[in-house]
């Protein structure tokens, strides 16, 4: 039977390299975690440049579907707007999900050390031994410069 949300069942060191974070703290999970700034995470360590390549593979299964003051945490603000801009792409990606299609969308992604980049996304359905899987193709698009870039990309 499908397990219920997605885990990650293989990665590929370039994967890993790219996310920062070793196998044995990706397995299992549903890719989604990169959406989220890693615990204690606290300010950018820098930018980031080049087009890696990563790969993930999920198990198939049936898929389900700021506000600024002067007080509050700059990094709580961009995370909000990163979750908006997320949106738009975790709907294409469910929709494909759901209808076992292929499909592609970017995302605002944390490495494990904080760092922001854009992932470009495409998941291809596979199926191995009866079973059905989920290719995963991360492109890095290099490193989301500011809040305001953020704004942009979702208003787009
Ligand atoms: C094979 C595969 C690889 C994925 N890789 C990523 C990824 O690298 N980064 C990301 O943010 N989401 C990735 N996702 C999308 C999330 O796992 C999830 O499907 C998406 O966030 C929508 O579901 P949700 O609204 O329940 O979070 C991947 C999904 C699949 C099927």
């Known amino acids: 039977m499908a397990s219920p949300d997605l885990p990650i069942v293989h ?3 370039t ?19 990169l959406q989220y700034p ?9 930018p980031t440049t080049g087009f890696d390549i990563g790969q993930t593979k999920t198990e198939d299964s049936t898929a389900t579907a700021g506000d600024a003051s ?8 961009i995370h909000s707007h990163a979750i908006m ?3 738009s792409g975790r709907m294409t990606i469910t ?6 299609v292929e ?6 992604n944390y490495r494990q050390n904080g760092e922001r980049f ?22 890095d698009l290099g490193p989301v410069e500011s809040t305001e870039e953020m704004k942009v990309a979702k208003q787009s």
């Open 11 to 13: 990665c590929t060191e």
């Open 15 to 33: 994967f890993q390299k790219l996310v920062g974070y070793p196998e044995s703290e990706i397995l299992g999970r549903n890719c989604r975690f």
């Open 38 to 46: 890693p615990p204690g995470y606290t300010e950018q360590t820098g």
């Open 70 to 77: 002067k007080e509050i945490n700059p990094s709580a603000v």
């Open 85 to 87: 801009q997320n949106d």
């Open 95 to 100: 929709e494909c999900i759901a209808n076992s």
């Open 103 to 108: 499909g592609q969308a970017s995302f605002i």
């Open 118 to 139: 854009w992932n470009l996304l495409t998941i291809i359905p596979i199926e191995n031994g009866g079973r059905k899987y989920f290719v995963g193709l991360q492109a």
